[in-house]
């Protein structure tokens, strides 16, 4: 059980200039705080000079943002890790984004430091040219806002400076459950208020969001404030499955059911309102040992398992429409379509550009569900074909209404309008009359498996807090 540390204490210790010395690596694994009582506690001035080391160091990689202000004034840094030498993946596309925030409950430091070692992972791979950390950051960008409440953190309290619950104060059903200090109104306070604009203006496009906390040792998906299950439980069991069977035994739950009602909180506003796969992420309220420093890659290197599973197979965390053909008769056209990622999409249309690319026609919707292959026959009542124009998708990249809109090109290059007589062009696709435009685009499966592992004892400890 942790034991609150004085105010007194805590602001001395702010003061004194944390060791940071990078020198050799076994100091770089270190979780850059001290021991005290049960477990390790980093300031925040230690974590500012910390992030700040890293960016001065890895400038290839690492890039800071200050993205707002604590209610005292402490800065919010994120940490950005990418491969800034390369713009795009290597076929073209954007870089994967990822969102990883800690500490909105300043006593809970072993979540904060899984934040921590999010980032550290990374970049001291990437040093050491470690292959996957490498391929991750030419793939990716992972955003990781280390300490969201340094005020809470430094005088050791669940709480900011104001007394209100950070993971309460969300604009998602706010103070809507039976809850303590959510604040005066949401986002009433200064680091939430920072954190959402984050993500609006930064990371809108992430398909992964993780949250990290310290309680019992689970990860909770939404919802926090309703029992159901989320429009996306689809990718939510299959993420829960895999990790289950082939990484961690952490108990996988919807946040209501596994923990209890929570309304306000940054998982359920990071779902409902942005549309991102949210997890939060419980380590166990071990903290570490006393008297001990614990190499924190050991002490969470499960829970690392965890994240650089989500963080490889980002991809999949999404709807991926594939379409492998696409046929135009005079009354319908009929697509093949593949999806490659592991949620579903319910309001797909095909959409048909005139020669100016201005958009001519739009299918009715249409559902493709997770890694799932499909023939639909639409209506092409309205279409105006002139066999010069182009086509592409446009859907939701999940089920959830937040989710963001995608639209896709179908390889218009690709575009062959067949002759009579040309039929033997369209073997091997089976589909075709006398008049047919086939269409083929060239899937982007990336196929990426987690590393088998042992599977861990469940050390479920007593519920305790979110
Ligand atoms: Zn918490």
Same mark, same amino acid.
């Given at each position: 059980m942790r034991v609150a540390v004085g105010l007194v204490l805590c602001m001395l210790l702010a003061s004194i200039p944390i060791s $940071?010395?990078? $020198?050799d690596s076994k100091e770089e694994e270190a979780w850059p705080g001290d021991p005290i009582d049960s477990h390790v506690h980093m300031t925040w001035a230690a974590l500012t000079l910390e992030v700040n080391g890293w960016a001065d160091d890895y400038p290839e990689i690492v890039e800071l943002a200050d993205v707002g202000k604590s209610e005292l004034g402490r800065s919010l840094w994120v940490v950005r890790i990418s /491969?800034? $030498?390369? /713009?795009?993946k290597s076929d073209g596309s954007a870089k994967e984004v990822v969102y990883i925030d800690g500490g909105h409950h300043g006593n809970e430091y072993l979540g904060t430091a899984l934040a921590w070692l999010s980032a550290k992972w990374y970049i001291n791979g990437w040093a050491e040219g470690n292959q996957e950390a490498i391929d991750v950051l030419q793939s990716t960008v992972l955003h990781i806002l280390i300490m969201l409440n340094p005020d809470g953190n430094d005088i050791d309290t669940r709480w900011n400076i104001n007394q209100v619950d950070l993971n309460r104060n969300y604009d998602h059903y706010w103070n809507t459950c039976p809850t303590t200090q959510p604040g005066s109104s949401a986002f009433s306070e200064s680091e939430t208020a920072a954190n959402a604009a984050y993500m609006n203006a930064e990371v809108a496009d992430a398909d992964l969001y993780v949250t990290m906390h310290t309680g019992v040792w689970i990860m909770l998906y939404p919802w926090g404030k309703w029992p159901e299950q989320p429009a996306d439980w689809e990718l939510y069991h299959q993420i829960r499955d895999d990790v289950n069977d082939n990484i961690s035994s952490i108990p996988i739950q919807n946040a209501n059911q596994g923990l209890y009602p929570n309304c306000g909180t940054s998982r359920d506003y990071g779902y409902g309102v942005m549309g991102y796969p949210t997890f939060t992420f419980e380590t166990d309220d071990e903290q570490f040992i006393p008297g001990s420093f614990e190499n924190l890659n050991d002490r969470l290197a499960e829970e690392m398992d965890v994240m650089r599973y989500l963080i490889n197979n980002v991809w999949y965390w999404r709807a991926r429409l594939d379409v492998q053909s696409l046929e135009v008769s005079d009354n319908e056209v009929t697509i093949d379509v593949a999806n490659h990622g592991q949620a579903s999409t319910s309001n797909a249309t095909l959409q048909y550009l005139d020669s100016s690319g201005q958009i001519t026609w739009t299918s009715s919707a249409f559902t493709v569900n997770a890694t799932n292959s499909t023939m639909i026959t639409l209506d092409t009542g309205g279409l105006d074909y002139g066999g010069d124009g182009s086509w592409q998708m446009y859907y939701?990249?999940?089920?959830?209404?937040?989710s963001r809109w995608v639209t896709e090109e179908i390889g218009i290059q690709a575009v062959t309008l067949i002759e009579e007589g040309d039929a033997s062009f369209l073997t091997g696709f089976g589909l075709f009359n006398s008049l047919t435009t086939i269409i083929s685009i060239i899937g982007l499966a990336v196929v990426m498996k987690p590393e088998d592992e042992d599977l861990a004892e469940n050390c479920l400890a007593e519920i305790q807090e979110n």
């Open positions: $940071s010395a990078q $020198s /491969d800034w $030498s390369i /713009d795009n939701q990249v999940r089920v959830i209404n937040a």
